[in-house]
């Protein structure tokens, strides 16, 4: 079974650019959550989906960040314009059902360097 | 106050020692408690679940929970090298899943 696609691996930036990652969650997996994880700190939750609806997004910073899911599968998290601040790895993780049996499965991550 | 509190550590232990691991949390009405595994550079990866008061063993790891002092913890008996990760507590808060920091942990041969 492939696991959680994500892509780019690394991305650099200067600060006021913008930038997108994608994540294609596990076949059939209704919840996709991105997560921000700045080094030395535990994943923080920025949005999930429950199929292509919103869950929660109490924690996206909506000025500058964005995120779909097409169709219910896979999704993409952008910002524009980067700070500074934005520098860490962005997870995507996937589950059956929302949390379920609180396994998400995690894809490799992106991480982005904003200059 | 954090939601989910753990030591950042590093923890260093001999190998073959027994590993302790805590976390406290903030919200009486968490349900389910988890400890994820993350090794440096890698996605964190679920090793325990526990749901209710008391121990849960599986291999050399056991999750204890105690609700009234709103308190997780894990052991990691015969640690090995290859335990050497970061231990991230997770605690589930109205279809939520939020970390805490981690732990660091060292096993040294």
């Known amino acids: 079974e492939a696991g959680v696609a994500q892509s780019p691996r690394y991305k650099i930036i200067e600060k006021r650019q913008s930038v997108a990652f994608w994540c294609n969650p596990i076949s059939g997996h209704a919840t996709l959550y991105w997560y921000q994880q700045i080094l030395g700190q535990g994943p923080k939750l920025l949005i999930q989906?429950?199929?292509?609806?919103?869950?929660?997004d109490s924690q996206l910073p909506k000025d500058r960040f964005s995120a779909e899911r097409l169709k219910g599968v896979d999704s993409t998290l952008k910002i524009q314009p980067a700070k500074l601040e934005d520098s860490a790895v962005y997870l995507c993780?996937?589950?059956?059902?929302?949390?379920?049996?609180?396994?998400?499965?995690f894809g490799e991550g992106s991480r982005l360097t904003v200059l | 106050q954090k939601e989910v509190e753990q030591n950042s550590g590093p923890l260093s232990v001999p190998e073959g020692a027994i590993a302790s691991l805590n976390c406290t949390y903030s919200d009486r009405v968490s349900q389910s408690f988890f400890w994820y595994r993350q090794y440096s550079g890698k996605s964190p990866e679920l090793i325990m679940s526990i749901y209710s008061n008391g121990d849960k063993e599986d291999g050399r790891f056991t999750a204890q929970l105690n609700k009234a002092s709103q308190y997780v913890s894990l052991l990691i008996r015969d640690s090995q090298p290859s335990d050497s990760a970061t231990y991230l507590c997770a605690v589930t808060r109205t279809d939520k899943l939020i970390f805490g920091t981690g732990t660091r942990l060292q096993v040294f041969p």
């Open positions: 993780a996937s589950s059956l059902v929302l949390l379920g049996s609180g396994e998400l499965f």
């Open positions: 989906f429950q199929n292509n609806g919103v869950v929660d």
